[in-house]
């Protein structure tokens, strides 16, 4: 059964901070991974995802790792910015399971 | 544009009113599911479908159906709404099963007083 863990829960910073957030997962075998950011209430928009065969993946200021082997995965952000406090949560994503598996995820604050 | 449309965005109804919310998608992907989501609990999922006509429970199910009658269409129905499904719902789709490239509707915000 896939677990998904999010550290840290929480996380308030200065503007122009780089950040690391980070997701383990008890279940390797995935087929991919994918970062979503939540805002208050919304819905939830994909930022990131990467294949199984790919160590990471860039957009932007956005840079994803993906260790598969030891079940990690790293969102880092770079100068971060009040417009990107939301909540980011991580989802691995195995083949052949019939639901997506999400962590608690890392809620962010970004104070001007 | 590819895409998963939910509607209504938000709703407030009264217990016992039969309603439904629905999902379209435009990607002709084989599996769709529905979230709910509420404080300190995160997504758990009601329904799954991986095509049309098949359907299964999710962690969740109590007191909503679902249908698969067209790949693109994935209504969620509350027969006997009731305030404990108060919640923000989400519809999510992808090409096969949840091991590729999900999608994620805009949420529907229910209330039910």
């Known amino acids: 059964k896939q677990e998904v863990t999010q550290i840290p829960a929480a996380l308030s910073v200065p503007e122009g901070e780089n950040l690391v957030l980070n997701c383990s997962f008890t279940d390797s075998a995935i087929y991919n991974l994918q970062w979503f950011r939540q805002d208050p209430g919304k819905g939830l928009t994909s930022l990131l995802l990467?294949?199984?065969?790919?160590r990471e993946q860039t957009s932007g200021r956005l840079n994803a790792s993906l260790d598969k082997s030891s079940g990690r995965s790293t969102l880092y952000i770079a100068a971060s910015q009040p417009g990107d406090s939301a909540t980011y949560l991580c989802v691995p994503m195995n083949t052949g399971f019939q639901k997506l598996v999400f962590g608690t995820g890392t809620r962010l604050l970004v104070s001007p | 544009e590819a895409q998963v449309t939910q509607n209504p965005r938000y709703l407030i109804t009264v217990t016992g009113k039969k309603l439904t919310v629905t999902c379209s998608q435009n990607?002709?992907?084989?599996?769709m599911s529905w979230y709910r989501q509420d404080p300190g609990l995160g997504l758990r999922q009601i329904y799954y479908s991986m095509n049309v006509e098949v359907t299964d429970k999710g962690d969740v199910p109590e007191g909503y159906k679902v249908s698969r009658k067209e790949k693109r269409n994935f209504p969620l129905i509350l027969e006997s709404p009731s305030p404990n499904q108060t919640s923000l719902y989400f519809c999510?789709?992808?090409?096969?099963?949840?091991?590729?490239?999900?999608?994620f509707g805009q949420g529907t915000r229910l209330t039910v007083v």
């Open positions: 999510a789709s992808s090409l096969r099963d949840s091991g590729t490239e999900a999608f």
């Open positions: 990607m002709n992907h084989e599996y």
């Open positions: 990467i294949q199984s065969s790919q």
